[in-house]
């Protein structure tokens, strides 16, 4: 079985580009490890055209195996052990998922709270470094200094995702290492047919070994950060997106299961996708333009709409070259998420909030009293 990927490219009609990209693919062979040659034949002519017979099948010239090596990996889609519809294998990811979905949001709390609690002391300390800088001798070409104003010019958004970015490229440039292949495979590719099924539901969300692939992805979240985090905030965007790449994964899992289609995955759409579906129910009435056509225009409910049907009717014709089942996922997280997990989950955040605050500065909940805060 070969990857599933695909994409389809959208921009505001303003200033925000939109693009989901699906989970790229390829088919990647097996590498040529080592090497044949012949052994001395016997002088009788009768059993030397029979060895050379046998052996022939089995030796290739040496230029058809420089044509089969390749840096690519191989990949081991053998279906799991037992009922290839053993959705007991599901019970695993199932609790990883929702338990990896409530430290995030858990997290994204406290995160929150830390911040809130050092912006007064941030404050006083700015105001003393532009002191200091006036009284100190400017100097010219510090580069230090100018990567700081160019990160100053980045919206909260950009801020937030670059770090995302950044592990995306960490984990493209291990694939290119050829001793990291094996790894790579086993915890940055998500199969329900591995023995390995939970780490990598969320760590292939940052994998890409496809640099077209990676520069797709990656310029989309970069082009939709300012909108999403503006409209959730950058600790409850990484909550989110998180999150979504591992309920976008499991979603493939149980598509996998059920229909037998087992293959690896990898790649961010996931998660982009969930990230897209929240910024068109949020904003249903923003102007879209597919990027190559900017005359036309629709509404981003409207391309919605598009998607999901798209994606629901490769789910059910069996499309092979997508990953549909994780784009829905995403995208049924996205508006799950904007329509009620936004109340049920984040503005409920106030009792751990709470408790985080007594145990933070009074050494326990007990020594906490009445004085408790939220963030």
Known sequence: MAFWSGSLLFRLAGDNVLRSSGRCGSRWPHSLQQRCGFRKASKKPEPKKVL????SPHVESSEAALNRQTTTPQWNQRAPSGSPRALSRLIRPFVFTIGFTGCSFGSAAIWQYESLKSRVQSY???MRADWLDKLRPQKRG???KEINQWWNKLTE????VSGIIAANV???????VPSLQ????KYFTANPASKTLCSPMLLSTFSHFSFLHMAANMYVLWSFSTSAVTMLGREQFMAVYLSAGVVSTFVSYVSKMVTGRFGPSLGASGAIMTVLAAVCTKMPEAKLAIIFLPMFTFSAANALKAIVAMDTAGLVLGWKFFDHAAHLGGAMFGIWYVLFGHELMWK????????WHNLRTR????????QGGSA
């Open 363 to 370: 050494g326990g909940p007990g020594r906490g009293g009445d």
């Open 182 to 185: 094996r790894f790579m495979i």
């Open 124 to 126: 006083f300390d700015d």
């Open 142 to 144: 510090d580069i230090r």
């Open 157 to 160: 958004g950009q801020k937030t």
């Open 52 to 55: 050379e017979e046998e052996a």
């Open 348 to 355: 409920n955040r106030e009792p751990f909030v709470k408790f």
């Open 170 to 176: 960490i984990v493209f440039c291990c694939w290119r």
